[in-house]
């Protein structure tokens, strides 16, 4: 097998007639021999000889193709999950033991269901239908025992809880929940009665808390207040240190205050610190 089939077999192409190319290749490719899978898989496991990995992948792609094609009727890719199935196949064979007894693909074959039925599970709904173990294996059992588009009849789903082995209500509710619809998030662009809604209509708009914006200005708004207030209880040549130093969009520096009431720039630092100290005083009070 060329190196270029082989990267073909591996990425799984989306357009019908490219995966028709793609099945029609994995169905070409030769299946192992008992003897040859097992000199493949000891190689693997005690060399990790990649190139042996590789081969044991590539004949068993038909077998994913096989499994992937018995759960087309959730109305997902094909391709995709093929593509959850060969990631399945990939896990078994880094974990088979050649030694144990079977065959690969009675191995990997649990490996590639858990695979596809995850993804199903994550994308058929957007709301959950199944999150335990239990309901998982009742979901995928419904859909099998499922073979008509109406609803169960009361003889249909005791039929069907007893061959399963779940209680009648278990079956109801799993009924329900595969038959629910997920409402479109936003309405259509031609929508316009005004009447109608949907889910988008009831979430909040963080970038405009109203709440938030008001307490925001009372809060502003005092603190200015009582920072004016606190300043007309200064004497007048510190309100015009500060107002210099600290307000004035042409802030003046120590060196101009000095020579403006011709005392050091040092005195001018101390009286703008008693100042602030002051008004934090009042600030506080």
């Known amino acids: 097998m060329t190196e270029q089939t082989q990267s073909m077999a591996l990425a799984v192409p989306r357009g019908s007639a490219s995966l028709e190319a793609y099945v029609r290749s994995v169905n070409s490719m030769k299946m192992l021999e008992a003897d040859q899978e097992y000199e493949l898989a000891k190689r693997l496991q005690t060399t990790g000889d990649l190139q042996a990995a590789k081969q044991l992948i590539m004949s068993h792609l ?31 064979v880094k974990r088979f033991d050649p030694d144990v007894g079977v065959r690969l693909v009675s191995f990997a074959v649990h490996w590639i269901k858990a695979e596809i039925h995850e993804y199903v599970l994550k994308n058929w709904r957007i709301v959950k239908v199944a999150t335990t173990k239990a309901q998982r294996k009742l979901f995928f059992n419904l859909r099998k025992a499922k073979t008509r588009l109406g609803w169960f009849s009361d003889e249909e789903v005791s039929m069907v809880a007893e061959n399963l082995g779940v209680s009648k209500a278990d079956v109801t509710e799993m009924e329900s929940r595969m038959a629910a619809q997920d409402p479109a998030f936003d309405l259509a662009s031609d929508n316009d009665d005004e009447d109608t809604y949907s889910p988008s209509f009831y979430l909040e708009d963080q970038s405009s808390d109203l709440a938030s914006q008001i307490e925001q200005d009372n809060w502003e708004n005092d603190a200015q207040a009582r920072l004016f207030a606190a300043i007309k209880t200064l004497d007048e040549r510190s309100q015009h240190i500060l107002q210099a130093r600290w307000l004035d969009e042409d802030k003046t520096t120590l060196q101009e205050l000095a020579a403006e009431y011709q005392v050091s720039a040092e005195r001018i630092r101390q009286l703008e610190k008693n100042a602030m100290n002051k008004l934090k005083a009042c600030m506080e009070i």
Do not use: C, T, W
């Not at 038909?62 to 593509?83: E, N, T």
């Open 62 to 92: 038909r077998f994913v193709v096989h499994v992937a094609k018995g759960y087309s009727g959730y109305g997902l890719p094909q391709a995709d999950l093929i593509q959850e199935g060969n990631i399945g196949l990939m896990k078994a």
